[in-house]
């Protein structure tokens, strides 16, 4: 009955980012001089009714899980509400009312998979299935028949399915994250005792790495087919730093830069559109006038450096006028209206649960939850890193949208699956030992406790063999 009347931390977080959301809309609605509409009141009674059933079922479902997660995911989620409708407001449009309906549906999958998911460890006895599952994911939309319009001429990443599209690759990250999981809990030992020595460092014997090389060169190879390449680079900096928490070994990340460089000049060589990026990148106010050129980044720039320390104030800037600022320039929007002050509060929200997912994969038990949420927090971080280098001009645009604020179902959908994932993995860290017999290795402060004599042995034999 305790844990039931429990997580009073996380019910009380969620009302106080209720209340933020509700000011911040009943601001922007006033700013604007307009009445309080029945628009404004579904959202922020959708953002409630969400909530308050995902609390709900996570006091029951996973009682022992992080309590400050999904109150951040809710800030995050409802501050990109916000600024969608502020867009709407300026547009014409109906988007926010949609991602309300998709942070419900987000939602349930969230509820389903910790309903389904009763423990992450079974998980692992899945994950080469559900990687495999993954790369046919990735590979759906170059078979799948192409609508027409703007949003499918650029990449061959979606799928429609009636009056609807769905981005297949923002599932199929997490799934292949589940199967490098379970593939470096598996060759750890491997990856640590085996290997060449060359200039001081330690490299893997090319049979260990080989099974990590192939699916990570399929993955690869669909997205340059698709002619997506940042969800490329996503996959392979997380799957890069999962191999190094599994193994300490700088070797792994000598062998990442380079094949970060031999892969970035072979992409820009061959793709217009990465070269297009670059250009834009390097100079957006010389295309500032082409068709695909530096409009957008410039008028991100434009209105970032307008806002300032403290922004515009919410509704008084001009954010429309950044070419689909509700999806991939989000960001800027929101530099723009809240100023340095308001975009740093996100980025505050972003470190919380990524330290918290952090803090899950150092406290579980197990070696493969260990990897597996270490890789969930790491996307996120890789994620938010490339999107906000994008937005100010310190990288080339990639086009990754940000984790639960971004207008869209497909990105909302997959990463609260994520999120589920990521509280079945702290429940089971934080569950108390008697409770959770299967585990006997108590959590230490290292991400992966040494090895044993018995390990050490274990790893030798397989070695040997």
């Avoid at 080469?128 to 609508?147: N, S």
């Avoid at 609807?164 to 030992?189: D, G, W, Y």
Wanted: net charge neutral; glycine share 10%; aromatic share 8%.
């Amino acid at each position: 009955m305790s844990r039931i009347l429990g997580r009073k931390l996380e019910l009380g977080l969620l009302l106080l980012v209720t209340a933020v959301i509700a000011v911040a809309l009943v601001s922007l609605e006033l700013s604007q001089g307009n009445a309080l509409t029945t628009e404004m009141a579904w959202i922020i009674g959708g953002f409630i009714g969400v909530f308050a059933l995902a609390h709900i079922v996570i006091k029951f479902a996973a009682p022992y899980s992080d309590q400050i997660i999904l109150p951040v995911v809710a800030a995050l989620n409802g501050l990109g509400l916000v600024m969608i409708y502020r867009i709407d407001i300026a547009n014409e449009t109906n988007l926010a009312s949609r991602q309300v309906m998709w942070t419900l549906v987000g939602v349930v999958l969230l509820i389903a998979t910790l309903i389904i998911v009763a423990d992450h460890k079974v998980l692992s006895r899945f994950s080469y299935i559900l990687g495999l599952v993954g790369l046919v994911l990735l590979a759906l939309p170059l078979v799948w028949p192409q609508p027409g319009g703007d949003e499918f001429a650029d990449a061959r990443i979606w799928i429609t399915i009636g009056p609807f599209s769905v981005q297949p690759s923002e599932f199929s990250k997490i799934l292949l994250l589940m199967f490098f999981a379970q593939l470096l809990a598996q060759k750890r030992a491997l990856f640590t005792v085996a290997g060449y020595r060359f200039l001081g460092l330690e490299f893997p014997r090319l049979r260990d790495l080989a099974p990590i090389l192939v699916v990570w060169a399929i993955a690869i190879l669909i997205m340059a087919i698709s002619n997506d390449f940042g969800p490329a680079l996503l996959l392979f900096a997380t799957v890069l730093g999962m191999v190094y928490f599994a193994t300490g070994r700088a070797a792994w990340l000598v062998i990442g830069l380079g094949l970060v460089a031999i892969g970035a000049s072979a992409v820009y060589a061959v793709s217009d559109k990465i070269q297009s990026r670059v250009a834009n990148f390097l100079d957006p106010i010389a295309t500032y006038h082409d068709v695909g050129g530096g409009h957008q980044l410039a008028q991100s720039l434009f209105g970032q450096a307008w806002g300032g320390i403290t922004g515009t104030g919410l509704g008084m800037g001009y954010p429309s006028e950044v070419p689909v600022a509700h999806s991939d320039f989000i960001l800027a929007a929101i530099g723009e209206e809240l100023g340095l002050f308001g975009l740093g509060a996100v980025l505050i929200l972003f470190g919380i649960l990524i330290a918290r997912g952090f803090g899950a994969a150092m406290n579980v038990r197990d070696s493969y939850g260990k990897l597996l949420a270490s890789g969930l927090a790491l996307t996120i971080a890789i994620q938010i890193f490339v999107v906000m280098g994008g937005v100010s001009g310190l990288l080339p645009m990639t086009g990754l949208t940000t984790p639960f604020m971004s207008a869209g179902g497909s990105s909302l959908m997959a990463n609260y699956i994520l999120v589920a994932i990521l509280l079945r993995i702290s429940n089971g860290a934080r569950k108390p030992a008697e409770l959770d017999s299967a585990q006997q290795q108590a959590p230490g402060t290292n991400l992966f406790p040494a090895a044993g004599p018995a390990s050490s042995n274990a790893s030798n034999a397989e070695v040997a063999r």
